[in-house]
């Protein structure tokens, strides 16, 4: 499995982005696509999933509320819709694939887009 993650930028607290990642290869064995974060000196973060075949959804608490997630099963689409953003998301977002369920344990997901930068500015 491939994974194209893309829709990071610069954004102003308080606003928006829609970050998305593409899948492609043998998605069939996909179980559960998620997102998660990284900020300078920090451990990667979960911050959503998605059972691919189930579609059930669940966010971080640090999150709820203002992100969602959402696929697109004709083209093996996934999205993060982030509203009312603030500085302290300022991270790489990965999202990453698991062949075995929509776990919150990044150590579940046996594949990783390379990665795009949010950057939020108060």
């Known amino acids: 499995v491939q994974l194209q993650a893309c829709g990071g930028g610069l954004v102003q607290a308080g606003g928006s982005l829609r970050l998305s990642c593409a899948a492609s290869g043998r998605t069939f064995s996909m179980l559960a696509v998620g997102w998660f974060r990284q900020a300078p000196g920090k451990e990667r973060e979960f911050v959503a999933v998605m059972g691919w075949i189930s579609g059930s959804a669940t966010t971080a608490d640090s999150v709820k509320g203002r992100f969602g997630i959402s696929r697109d099963s004709a083209t093996n689409t996934v999205y993060l819709q982030m509203n009312n953003l603030k500085p302290e998301d300022t991270a790489v977002y990965f999202c990453?694939?698991?062949?075995?369920?929509?776990?919150?344990?990044?150590?579940?997901?046996?594949?990783w887009g390379q990665g795009t930068q949010v950057t939020v500015s108060s």
């Open positions: 990453a694939a698991s062949d075995s369920g929509p776990y919150s344990n990044a150590q579940k997901y046996e594949y």
